[in-house]
Each structure stands twice: as C-alpha cells, then as structure tokens.
C-alpha cells in the first residue's frame, strides 16, 4: 500500500500538553470521542477531573474551551485500554 502522507496544507500543532496531576508531569492530552472529553493520554484522567482543573485553570470555562477545542484541533484521540480482556 501506498502511504501517501497529505498533512502539508494546515500546519498541524503538535499535541496539547497539560500538567496531569496524576501522572505528576506534563502530559499530550487527547480527545475521547465515546465520552466528549479530553483525557490525558498517560492515565486517561478527564480535564473534568478536580485537580486537573485546578492545575491548568481551567476553572475559566473560556480557558477550558480553548484548551479543548485545540485538543481537538490537534487530532490527537484518546484511546483507552481497548475492551476488556484478560492480561
Ligand atoms: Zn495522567
């Protein structure tokens, strides 16, 4: 197959970090299509999450729309561990 890579018109932003208070680092968030939220990659905490929000301010519904919306915009998604299965 032809791999064809056609992401030259927008130049696309690298991902959305935010500071992940469970992970204790700065961490690519990603948008989780299933729920409408935008988690981070590493633990799959929402930015809903209390002490998320706290961290990156997102108090400031502005500032949270912003946030997520470039979540979005970045293409990043959210996958989460997959179905359940044994392992
Ligand atoms: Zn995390």
């Given at each position: 197959m032809d791999r064809t890579i056609k992401k030259?018109?927008?130049q696309r932003?690298?991902?959305v970090e935010l500071f992940?208070?469970?992970?204790d680092r700065t961490m690519p968030y990603g948008y989780d299509p299933a729920l409408g939220y935008c988690r981070c990659t590493g633990c799959g905490v929402s930015t809903e999450d209390f002490h998320t929000r706290t961290k990156n301010g997102l108090w400031d519904p502005q500032k949270k729309d912003a946030?997520?919306?470039a979540v979005v915009e970045?293409?990043?998604v959210y996958r989460g561990k997959?179905?359940?299965s044994k392992g």
């Open positions: 030259r018109k927008s932003q690298g991902p992940c208070p469970y992970c946030v997520e919306r970045s293409g990043l997959g179905k359940r």
